[in-house]
């Protein structure tokens, strides 16, 4: 998604998007608040004047990088899953392929989650649209692994906060030369998960 | 724990701990970066300069706040669960309790979480020195159940680290008049938690 109203030339989009993922490294160690254009331009290496023409203001800039996340999130979780008939194997690829895109190093996905007071009320309806969708997506998922016997008798809302709750907080102790290989914490946190909710064994 | 140098009298005492909750409430609605001074001073109904009697500086007020934070876990969860041999028993103790102060809405439990990058270098050694003895309790518990043979074949660095996600994000969706009691969501996210993790039935 875009924030600029004339459509972007294909150079443009892509250097729009260098510039999220740079910003976004640089809020996510400062805080929005905190991080000024000026830090942003020189981060990228341009003039505030040439930062500008990519971006119309810091809060657009935090609405490019959110929808840039969501963007992520949908075409690499949630469309995969999407298409998993058996909802238990989509339960298990919505949080297995949530956590593998957490341990890429992209902090634009945890400005998605820590940064949204800081969008504009039109920008904070679309953000958080998304999300519930993607919500209830998790949710709906439980209640179909429910229907289907697999599940304890567990309240769906509650699990799948919790889900989020175990997923959103891997960035913040994952490291990438840690003990245990990405692939073995992926393992690790996806079963933890799944044990706690369902009946059957793994 | 106290930041001034002289031991404050009892009712300076009281004052600097409701200073340090409506503080909280300030800088957890727009952000410690945003919080100014006179917007704490506001909320408390204090001058800036009556502010700066109790409290020496924002970075300072940020301590407070978290030390007081940990105070409380301390005293509502860490010295309860210590006081359990039983390291399930202890493993169940530090979720429940943790899980139930997280749904009392002191907002200086979340800013612990959220702010650590605004403490002074000395302030965030001994928060997050702090901090870490707790997760050391929680893991160490987690390593002495599965010695004790009732743990599934799980990591429990990931598996520590999984419960404090499911803990923390709590506060971000729990609602006091919800469709759940408090003790029905306290009771569903420690059985998630346990569920995940045990190889007993509970």
Chains 1, 2 share one sequence.
Do not use: C
């Amino acid at each position: 998604m875009r924030t600029q109203k004339k459509p972007p030339k294909p150079d443009e989009r892509d250097r729009s998007v260098a510039i999220y993922a740079k910003a976004a490294e640089v809020i996510h160690a400062k805080g929005f608040a905190a991080t000024s254009m000026s830090d942003i331009a020189e981060a990228v290496d341009l003039t505030k004047a040439g930062l500008y023409y990519y971006i119309e203001s810091k809060e657009d800039l935090l609405f490019g990088i959110m929808s840039y996340a969501m963007d992520r999130l949908e075409s690499k979780v949630i469309e995969p899953a999407r298409a998993e008939p058996d909802p238990e194997t989509r339960l298990r690829t919505l949080i297995s392929r949530h956590a593998r895109l957490l341990t890429e190093g992209n902090t634009s996905i945890t400005i998605l989650t820590d940064e949204v007071a800081g969008l504009t009320p039109k920008h904070r309806r679309l953000i958080v649209g998304r999300k519930r969708a993607y919500f209830d997506l998790v949710r709906d998922t439980l209640d179909e692994v429910k229907r289907a016997g697999k599940l304890r008798d567990a309240d769906t809302t509650v699990a799948a906060f919790g889900l989020f709750g175990m997923l959103l907080w891997l960035p913040r102790w994952y490291q990438p030369k840690g003990r245990l290989t990405k692939d073995q914490v992926i393992e690790e946190v996806t079963t933890n998960a799944l044990k706690g909710l369902l009946n059957t064994s793994l």
